[in-house]
């Protein structure tokens, strides 16, 4: 007989989170960062990679194009390029995470070739690629799109052009500017994304040997140079992470010091806490944060950073259920990213959807009970919804999680929370 196992998380309700916990380094970071390793001819070796299932199947996409990965005591990674011929990257290999589109951009200026399969991921939204195919286009590559996977060829070396995006895109402004940074000249990007992700991303290259100005403005200059040297390099602390505790603080009217930040990433999230009514303290590196008394609903609009990040949306969707009063939350960057609040909803919310806009009436009193995570940031909002809810909240499609979050039932276990992740082994029984 055949069985199939499903995870579920169990989250017990109402406790204030209190204590200290300690951020990861950024997913969002790593990603395009490892990729950036296959550009040098050297190894390099990077610290402060989060272990999470997306940055393991990342190293899995270089392993499987014959790049040497070793993982040192000290928990940092060397990515060692040198025998990598730039093979077609595996389709189920691809599927796993968008961020393996990220290969493309790399894999091309390097070896004038890319095989990449069109990218899997959150299913939140159409999620297109053509901004990232244009501008390579832009730069001289030859490019088709066939059976699911994207062919890039190029005669001789990339050539540096000026290309203005037609959106900000974040994973889009990071391939071009990895494939400009070994093209012939110089390559302008108008309109780039400005999020921190991206200037980590370009102080590796610089640190290689790359000539990149302008990372985090509007607009980025890459000169393209001959050769790049791997490097030892450290990754910056997860501000996504950091977020989700600090509303988690929040919806559970805790008290919770945060360690390993940069609070100058954090601006927007800071705002629409204080305006709840969190008292918030910012030292260098770290925060506390304190909710007294009820939250105040507060309206939200995501924007391209520094606006708020579409990224911490479920999250704070949840807050404003239970928080007191109205409040709009709109969503301006992926177009089906509310599949959360119809789990809200199973739980009791009185929301309305409209579109791009979800209206709560607050003062919710959510009740747990069973409900499917979606894509990474909506299982950190089911969580949060379950640790304000009565009653017990069962979590199911817990890959989500171990996505895009280091030991997260640790840490708020840690924090005083009662979240129990259970396997359950079911029989599927055939009907002939
Ligand atoms: N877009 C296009 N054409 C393109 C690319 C994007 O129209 O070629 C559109 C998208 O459809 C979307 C908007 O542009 O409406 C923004 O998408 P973007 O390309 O910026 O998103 P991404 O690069 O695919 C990254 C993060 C996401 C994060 C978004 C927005 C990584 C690996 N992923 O995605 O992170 O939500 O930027 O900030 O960096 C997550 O961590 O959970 C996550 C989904």
Redesign the pocket.
């Known amino acids: 007989m055949q069985k199939n196992t499903i995870e579920q998380l169990s989250v017990q309700s109402r406790t204030k989170l209190q204590g200290s916990v300690h951020i990861s380094g950024s997913?969002?970071a790593s990603?395009p960062i490892i990729a950036a390793c296959l550009l040098a001819k050297t190894p390099s070796r990077l610290y402060n990679i989060p272990r999470l299932l997306d940055t393991t199947s990342m190293l899995e996409a270089l392993s499987s194009l014959a790049c040497n990965i070793c993982i040192h005591e000290d928990h940092s990674i060397s990515i060692d390029p040198k025998q990598c011929t730039g093979e077609a990257l595996n389709k189920n290999v691809a599927k796993k995470l968008?961020?393996s589109f990220l290969i493309l951009g790399p894999l091309l200026a390097r070896y004038k070739k890319a095989q990449i399969p069109l990218p899997g991921g959150?299913n939140?939204?159409?999620?297109?690629?053509?901004?990232?195919l244009t501008g390579l286009r832009k730069m001289g590559a030859y490019i088709e799109v066939q059976g699911g996977v994207v062919h890039a060829s190029t005669q001789g070396k990339l050539k540096g052009a000026e290309i203005t995006l037609d959106?900000a895109?974040?994973?889009?402004t990071e391939n071009l500017i990895m494939a400009a940074s070994l093209a012939e000249g110089k390559t302008i990007i108008h309109n780039a994304?400005k999020?921190p992700?991206i200037v980590n991303l370009c102080d590796f290259i610089n640190l290689m040997g790359g000539k990149i100005s302008g990372a985090g403005e509007n607009t980025i200059e890459i000169e393209g140079v001959e050769d790049l040297t791997g490097k030892t390099f450290n990754i910056i602390y997860d501000r996504?992470e950091a977020g989700t505790y600090m509303i988690a603080a929040a919806i559970t009217q805790g008290d919770l010091k945060i360690h390993n930040i940069h609070p100058e990433h954090l601006g927007a999230v800071i705002d629409k806490l204080e305006e709840a009514g969190a008292i918030i303290t910012i030292n260098k590196q770290s925060l506390s944060i304190c909710m007294p008394k009820k939250p105040k609903a507060v309206s939200i609009s995501t924007a391209v950073y520094p606006g708020f990040?579409?990224?911490l949306q479920a999250q704070w969707l949840a807050l404003n259920c239970i928080a007191d009063g109205p409040a709009c939350v709109q969503e301006n960057?992926?177009e089906h990213r509310f599949m959360h609040a119809i789990q809200f909803q199973k739980m009791g919310a009185n929301l309305t959807i409209e579109g791009n806009r979800v209206i709560s009436a607050g003062n919710d009193k959510l009740i747990g009970t069973d409900i499917i995570a979606s894509?990474?940031?909506a299982s950190a909002g089911l969580i949060l919804a379950g640790l304000a809810a009565c009653g017990t909240t069962y979590i199911s499609n817990l890959h989500h999680v171990d996505r895009?979050y280091v030991h997260l039932e640790e840490n708020f276990c840690n924090l005083g929370a009662t979240i129990k992740r259970k396997t359950q082994t079911l029989e599927v029984v055939s009907q002939k």
């Open positions: 997913k969002n990603l968008r961020g959150c939140i939204g159409a999620r297109p690629v053509d901004i990232h959106v895109s974040v994973t889009g994304a999020e992700e996504l990040p579409t990224d960057i992926f894509d990474i940031r895009g």
